[in-house]
């Protein structure tokens, strides 16, 4: 399935060599289109809902502000996709 996503967290979680991440389609400055299968959605989340569990003023939080950031709005990107069949 294709998907639009937030770049930042989407190339941090390909950089880091975290498991699956699918293909790039497209991409801009902002956002990637990636084509996922089931395996590479499922580790993309997975990712994301860790980073995004951090606390804001955690330390946590506070060293990888950015990659928070992005993670909120891949897996919220990612859940409307789901929710919309998109």
């Known amino acids: 399935m294709k998907?639009?996503?937030p770049?930042?967290?989407y190339l941090d979680h390909r950089a880091r060599d975290c498991g699956e991440s699918g293909k790039i389609v497209?991409?801009?400055k902002n956002y990637v289109i990636v084509e996922l299968d089931a395996l590479a959605?499922?580790?993309l989340l997975?990712?994301?809902?860790y980073y995004a569990s951090f606390e804001r003023g955690s330390e946590d939080f506070i060293e990888n502000q950015g990659v928070c950031l992005s993670a909120?709005?891949?897996v919220k990107a990612i859940k409307n996709q789901l929710e919309?069949?998109?």
Request: glycine share 4%; no cysteine; proline share 0%.
């Open 3 to 5: 998907m639009k996503l």
């Open 7 to 9: 770049a930042k967290f």
């Open 26 to 28: 497209r991409s801009t």
């Open 41 to 43: 959605l499922d580790d």
């Open 46 to 49: 997975s990712d994301a809902d």
């Open 72 to 74: 909120r709005a891949t």
């Open 84 to 86: 919309n069949g998109e």
